[in-house]
């Protein structure tokens, strides 16, 4: 319920109301410019106008927006524009289906969604604008209601006229205006002024004094409610009290509904001029009408003079006037069209800056740590962190060989693993786990995969399968079929060659080749020592990310510039090109301690290094994919000292931006489920702990 009254919420109402509000003064200033032209074109710009403003809730409802940018403000700063995408080729090799993905991080403007067995959003109260404007709704469709049942209780203890005369001439005149269904004409004995009525069945009420009038007020008073019912006012008016019982607290609307209704009458009264009708005769019969009428409870009808004095006396010296200019197309034309664009705009133009995306901002709401006394708390490295679709977190230690798992809310649950070359023993530190589509957990270490299902009470060993290659800092995916991918990101003759091995029962196979790189070694050396070779690494220096997803998608970048090569798994290559030029400068204490690191390692060499400490880090700090598949490239430049911030990419399309404590550590494989991201800290006692980092949207500075 709550989810389907959400575009209406305090916010929504008032976003509602400023559009209602461009809308409605449009369309007053189009009717003040029309103000001498034929009543019917005004009249036509009310129903057009009504019409719009009935949709914009519509519009809210299905979240039908179009984004238009506009100038950004002055304190954007260039890391925050727009990346470019380059689609760079089409590979023939390499092709491996994308599976079902998960739902993804919450992204502006829809739903929250939540992982399945993880508790969802505690009930919220109706916010007193949205309750308000529900009571005046309510009672605006209800008064409404109840014009509509008067009018049928009128017609039902009303009498059809019996005069042949009448109803002959009725007849005529309705083929005259082509009018295809027939019209009802009775007598009430209630009303006091002719009135005409209802939607499928149109229905014209005469008062009883009817049988007093003269043929020529039959005939003008026939004419006037024949063409209301051609022109199909009473649909109008419906559609403008409408507009009234939804915008009751808006006053241009109430404005709105007065003109309709002038314009209406006019409108017909221009009509019925046009048919032959003398405007002193006509007017002196709308003037007879008038004063006998008397005022009743509204009713769903277009009475005939049931009007002010101020309103009747414009209906009468617009009769009068001798100069009445005729319907322009080309103008009657424009002004649709003005209204019409107006109207869309108003309903569906989402202004934002030129550079907007939307933001979220992450917040510790887990700690799974040290516990006094108790061994499972206590962690030596964790370098993986998972999480099951009941939302148990699975921890990897590699200190102790083995593979905690706690439940949601951080509390020990059992363990398995541990040192060993049994089944389901791990002979070397594990790196990483990750659910097959079956459910079953993998977990693998240097040169084996074991496969494990997970259930209340601990875990279950059921198979492994020998690594014939590959690296540790991949994750563990898997193709459509469900067959275990291992990948190899290997360097050959200074090329990154990327390989991805389909793993099957005990052998590797389907070996698949997806394309090399150039590798830039500006931020490596190599030193010959005998035999030996020796790895110097820059600190701050330029290094290659890779990053593996799943379903067979990678990309891969050099962090000294925002530049990826996103590798899809339909073998489809995009460049994704972001703001040039370096990253932040790095402070005192920053270099004073590169330079220490750098320093430390020159001391076991014999040559001094090409290479120095660089005055900015490099643009980029990782990639990664999420569980969905969304590619997330995290850049070392953010706002302030505290926070990390990520560029998040779906299909090679920028859709949001997430930004974390910098303290989380995610690792060389973070794992980002529906809702949250699980990374690691450590305090100044050396203290690990594996946290949850949960995201809302960021707060406008």
């Given at each position: 319920m709550m989810g389907s009254l959400a575009p209406l919420a305090a916010s929504s109402l008032l976003e509602l109301v400023v559009r209602a509000t461009i809308?409605?003064?449009?369309?007053?200033?189009?009717?003040?410019?029309?103000?001498?032209?034929?009543?019917?074109?005004?009249?036509?710009?009310?129903?057009?106008?009504?019409?719009?403003?009935?949709?914009?809730?519509?519009?809210?409802?299905?979240?039908?927006?179009?984004?238009?940018?506009?100038?950004p403000s002055a304190s954007t700063t260039s890391e925050q524009r727009f990346p470019e995408i380059h689609a760079i080729q089409a590979g023939a090799d390499g092709v491996v289906p994308l599976p079902a993905s998960e739902p993804l991080l919450p992204v502006a403007g829809s739903p929250r969604q939540v992982p399945v067995g993880e508790p969802g959003s505690p009930a919220r109260s109706i916010p007193r604008p949205l309750l308000l404007w529900a009571v005046g709704c309510a009672i605006g469709l209800t008064s409404l209601a109840l014009g509509g049942v008067r009018f049928a209780r009128l017609v039902r203890t009303a009498s059809p006229v019996r005069d042949q005369v009448l109803i002959r001439q009725a007849e005529a005149l309705r083929q005259r205006l082509g009018i295809h269904n027939d019209v009802r004409l009775l007598v009430s004995?209630?009303?006091?002024?002719?009135?005409?009525?209802?939607?499928?069945?149109?229905?014209?009420?005469?008062?009883?004094?009817?049988?007093?009038?003269?043929?020529?007020?039959?005939?003008?008073?026939?004419?006037?409610?024949?063409?209301?019912?051609?022109?199909?006012?009473?649909?109008?008016?419906?559609?403008?009290?409408?507009?009234?019982?939804?915008y009751w607290f808006h006053p241009l609307s109430w404005v709105a509904t007065m003109l309709a209704a002038t314009a209406s009458e006019e409108a017909c009264d221009e009509e019925v001029l046009m048919l032959g009708t003398r405007p002193s005769e006509y007017a002196a019969h709308l003037l007879a009408l008038a004063g006998s009428t008397s005022a009743r409870r509204p009713v769903l009808t277009l009475p005939m003079s049931q009007q002010t004095h101020s309103r009747l006396e414009r209906r009468i010296m617009a009769i009068l006037t001798p100069f009445r200019p005729g319907r322009s197309r080309i103008g009657t034309a424009l002004m649709v069209m003005a209204i019409s664009c107006t109207g869309v705009s108003a309903a569906i133009v989402q202004p934002v800056t030129g550079d907007q995306i939307p933001t979220f901002e992450g917040s510790i709401n887990l700690r799974i740590g040290e516990v006094e006394g108790e061994d499972p708390y206590l962690f030596t490295w964790v370098p993986s962190v998972a999480t099951d679709p009941d939302g148990r977190v699975i921890v990897i230690d590699q200190g102790s060989h083995q593979v905690r798992v706690f439940d949601r809310d951080g509390r020990f649950l059992f363990h398995f693993g541990g040192p060993g070359e049994g089944p389901g023993e791990m002979e070397w530190p594990p790196c990483c786990a990750g659910f097959a589509p079956d459910d079953r957990l993998w977990v693998r270490e240097r040169f084996r995969y074991h496969a494990f299902v997970l259930d209340e009470g601990g875990a279950r060993y059921e198979e492994g399968l020998i690594r014939r290659t590959g690296h540790r800092s991949a994750p563990i995916t898997f193709d459509s079929t469900g067959r275990l991918i291992d990948v190899g990101s290997i360097v050959v003759g200074g090329r990154l060659v990327g390989a991805r091995f389909h793993m099957g029962p005990g052998t590797a196979v389907d070996t698949v080749?997806?394309?090399?790189?150039?590798?830039?070694?500006?931020g490596?050396?190599?030193?010959?020592?005998?035999?030996?070779?020796?790895?110097?690494?820059?600190?701050?220096?330029?290094?290659?990310?890779?990053?593996?997803?799943?379903?067979?998608?990678?990309?891969?970048?050099?962090?000294?510039?925002?530049?990826?090569?996103?590798?899809?798994?339909?073998?489809?290559?995009?460049?994704?090109?972001?703001?040039?030029?370096?990253?932040?400068?790095?402070?005192?204490?920053?270099?004073?301690?590169?330079?220490?690191?750098?320093?430390?390692?020159?001391?076991?060499?014999?040559?001094?290094?090409?290479?120095?400490?660089?005055?900015?880090?490099?643009?980029?700090?990782?990639?990664?994919?999420?569980?969905?598949?969304?590619?997330?490239?995290?850049?070392?430049?953010?706002?302030?000292?505290?926070?990390?911030?990520?560029?998040?990419?779906?299909?090679?399309?920028?859709?949001?931006?997430?930004?974390?404590?910098?303290?989380?550590?995610?690792?060389?494989?973070?794992?980002?489920?529906?809702?949250?991201?699980?990374?690691?800290?450590?305090?100044?006692?050396?203290?690990?702990?594996?946290?949850?980092?949960?995201?809302?949207?960021?707060?406008?500075?």
């Amino acid at each position: 319920m709550m989810g389907s009254l959400a575009p209406l919420a305090a916010s929504s109402l008032l976003e509602l109301v400023v559009r209602a509000t461009i809308l409605l003064s449009a369309a007053l200033a189009l009717a003040w410019l029309a103000r001498r032209g034929p009543a019917g074109v005004r009249h036509l710009l009310w129903t057009i106008t009504f019409a719009l403003l009935l949709g914009l809730p519509v519009f809210s409802f299905l979240g039908l927006s179009w984004e238009v940018p506009i100038v950004p403000s002055a304190s954007t700063t260039s890391e925050q524009r727009f990346p470019e995408i380059h689609a760079i080729q089409a590979g023939a090799d390499g092709v491996v289906p994308l599976p079902a993905s998960e739902p993804l991080l919450p992204v502006a403007g829809s739903p929250r969604q939540v992982p399945v067995g993880e508790p969802g959003s505690p009930a919220r109260s109706i916010p007193r604008p949205l309750l308000l404007w529900a009571v005046g709704c309510a009672i605006g469709l209800t008064s409404l209601a109840l014009g509509g049942v008067r009018f049928a209780r009128l017609v039902r203890t009303a009498s059809p006229v019996r005069d042949q005369v009448l109803i002959r001439q009725a007849e005529a005149l309705r083929q005259r205006l082509g009018i295809h269904n027939d019209v009802r004409l009775l007598v009430s004995q209630v009303t006091a002024t002719p009135m005409t009525g209802g939607l499928l069945r149109r229905v014209i009420l005469f008062p009883a004094s009817a049988a007093e009038w003269s043929p020529e007020r039959w005939r003008v008073v026939l004419m006037h409610e024949m063409v209301h019912v051609r022109r199909r006012d009473v649909l109008r008016h419906l559609m403008g009290r409408t507009v009234l019982a939804l915008y009751w607290f808006h006053p241009l609307s109430w404005v709105a509904t007065m003109l309709a209704a002038t314009a209406s009458e006019e409108a017909c009264d221009e009509e019925v001029l046009m048919l032959g009708t003398r405007p002193s005769e006509y007017a002196a019969h709308l003037l007879a009408l008038a004063g006998s009428t008397s005022a009743r409870r509204p009713v769903l009808t277009l009475p005939m003079s049931q009007q002010t004095h101020s309103r009747l006396e414009r209906r009468i010296m617009a009769i009068l006037t001798p100069f009445r200019p005729g319907r322009s197309r080309i103008g009657t034309a424009l002004m649709v069209m003005a209204i019409s664009c107006t109207g869309v705009s108003a309903a569906i133009v989402q202004p934002v800056t030129g550079d907007q995306i939307p933001t979220f901002e992450g917040s510790i709401n887990l700690r799974i740590g040290e516990v006094e006394g108790e061994d499972p708390y206590l962690f030596t490295w964790v370098p993986s962190v998972a999480t099951d679709p009941d939302g148990r977190v699975i921890v990897i230690d590699q200190g102790s060989h083995q593979v905690r798992v706690f439940d949601r809310d951080g509390r020990f649950l059992f363990h398995f693993g541990g040192p060993g070359e049994g089944p389901g023993e791990m002979e070397w530190p594990p790196c990483c786990a990750g659910f097959a589509p079956d459910d079953r957990l993998w977990v693998r270490e240097r040169f084996r995969y074991h496969a494990f299902v997970l259930d209340e009470g601990g875990a279950r060993y059921e198979e492994g399968l020998i690594r014939r290659t590959g690296h540790r800092s991949a994750p563990i995916t898997f193709d459509s079929t469900g067959r275990l991918i291992d990948v190899g990101s290997i360097v050959v003759g200074g090329r990154l060659v990327g390989a991805r091995f389909h793993m099957g029962p005990g052998t590797a196979v389907d070996t698949v080749h997806v394309g090399t790189v150039e590798e830039q070694l500006t931020g490596r050396a190599w030193f010959t020592e005998g035999r030996m070779m020796t790895l110097v690494e820059q600190p701050y220096g330029p290094r290659w990310l890779v990053a593996h997803g799943p379903g067979g998608a990678w990309g891969v970048a050099s962090s000294s510039e925002y530049s990826v090569t996103l590798h899809q798994p339909d073998g489809n290559t995009l460049q994704i090109d972001g703001p040039p030029g370096p990253g932040p400068a790095l402070t005192t204490s920053e270099r004073d301690s590169a330079q220490a690191d750098l320093d430390d390692q020159l001391e076991r060499l014999r040559g001094g290094a090409p290479f120095g400490v660089p005055d900015h880090k490099p643009p980029l700090a990782n990639i990664f994919f999420d569980r969905g598949g969304r590619l997330w490239v995290e850049k070392t430049a953010v706002r302030g000292d505290e926070m990390r911030e990520a560029d998040v990419y779906d299909e090679g399309v920028l859709v949001a931006r997430y930004r974390w404590p910098r303290h989380v550590d995610l690792g060389h494989l973070p794992w980002v489920t529906a809702s949250a991201l699980y990374g690691t800290t450590r305090d100044e006692l050396d203290v690990v702990r594996v946290v949850r980092v949960r995201f809302e949207p960021a707060r406008s500075d």
